[in-house]
């Protein structure tokens, strides 16, 4: 059963904040630091929700998003940047990814998105709602 949650990122400082912040959310959460180690965990099939940066050493969000839709069977793409503006956040939609996030990350965003994209492989949906 898809449940987990595969981010990708070379910074593992945000894998370590991001870990914290979905704990509420019940998930299994893994890190990988390239491409190269995602497409060896994706293809395990294990993710709901594949959180990626938009640039990798190895690749780019664009690359995460074509190899899931290749292996994944359906896993939801959320793409994250620091530098992320409308313009951005419309071309990941229009190419087939299911959000952005953008950094810094907020606990409540963060948790929002995910449990949404989740929910699509949940039996039982969770409600997250965000601290304000």
Not at 7 to 33: C, K, N
Not at 70 to 83: C, L
Request: glycine share 6%; charged share 20%; aromatic share 6%.
């Amino acid at each position: 059963m898809k449940t987990g949650v595969l981010f990708v990122s070379p910074h593992r400082e945000d894998a370590t904040a991001l870990s914290r912040m979905i704990g509420a959310l019940s998930v299994p959460f893994e890190h990988v630091a390239n491409l190269a180690r995602a497409r060896k965990e994706i293809q395990n099939g294990l993710y709901a929700v594949i959180l990626t940066e938009a640039n990798l050493p190895d690749g780019t969000w664009l690359d995460v998003l074509d190899l899931a839709r290749q292996v994944a069977s359906g896993a939801e793409v959320i793409v994250t940047d620091a530098g992320a503006d409308a313009r951005f956040w419309a071309e990941v939609l229009n190419l087939g990814a299911y959000d952005v996030i953008a950094q810094p990350f907020a606990a409540g965003e963060v948790q929002r998105i995910l449990c949404n994209a989740c929910s699509r492989f949940a039996t039982e949906p969770k409600v997250i709602r965000a601290a304000g």
